[in-house]
């Protein structure tokens, strides 16, 4: 199951690059014996400052063709990690790809919200959308290990 993030802005070298790549080659390494996987990470950005609705259109584009979108949203769903994991095993079982969508700092256009077959919260704080690509990459490793049955997840 290919997975995507799109993403508005461009994550520089940094801590928040190093632990991104840091997860994602966790992920990659835990996830593709299960199926899961690769990830690619399309970022984009509104050099003509047209706001939500033009970042919404960039990462509209960016898009691949076909995949369940689920956006990085404070009104989602805050799942547990084990209930994040059994998403991604039903869309691997699917066939599905999946897209996860992360706006700029003024969230994401509603017009590609309303697209999302699922809207992901990490609660009810705002995060910086450069740092939730870091914590969407931890817990697409986490899932990862919870299905493989590893120990790095613990209640």
């Known amino acids: 199951m290919r997975v995507t993030i799109c993403a508005v802005g461009r994550l520089r070298a940094g801590p928040e690059r190093a632990l991104l790549d840091d997860y994602l080659a966790r ?4 996830g593709r014996p ?3 996987g690769p990830v ?3 970022e984009v950005e509104d050099r003509k400052g047209g706001g939500m609705a033009a970042e919404g259109a960039l990462l509209a584009r960016a898009l691949p063709d076909g995949p369940v979108i689920c956006a990085l ?7 547990d990690s084990p209930a994040f ?3 991604l095993a039903e869309w691997r079982d699917a ?12 969230g994401i256009d509603p017009a590609l919200r309303s697209r999302s077959a699922r809207m992901l919260s990490f609660g009810p704080m705002v995060w910086p959308h450069m740092l939730v690509r870091v914590m ?3 817990q697409l490793y986490r899932a990862a290990t919870i299905l493989a049955g590893g120990p790095y997840h613990r209640l």
């Open 27 to 30: 992920f990659d390494r835990t």
């Open 73 to 79: 949203d404070e009104r989602g769903e805050s799942p």
């Open 40 to 42: 690619s990470v399309v």
């Open 95 to 106: 066939g599905r790809q999946v897209a996860f969508v992360i706006g700029g700092a003024d």
């Open 85 to 87: 994991a059994r998403w």
């Open 136 to 138: 969407l990459a931890e």
């Open 34 to 36: 299960l199926g899961l």
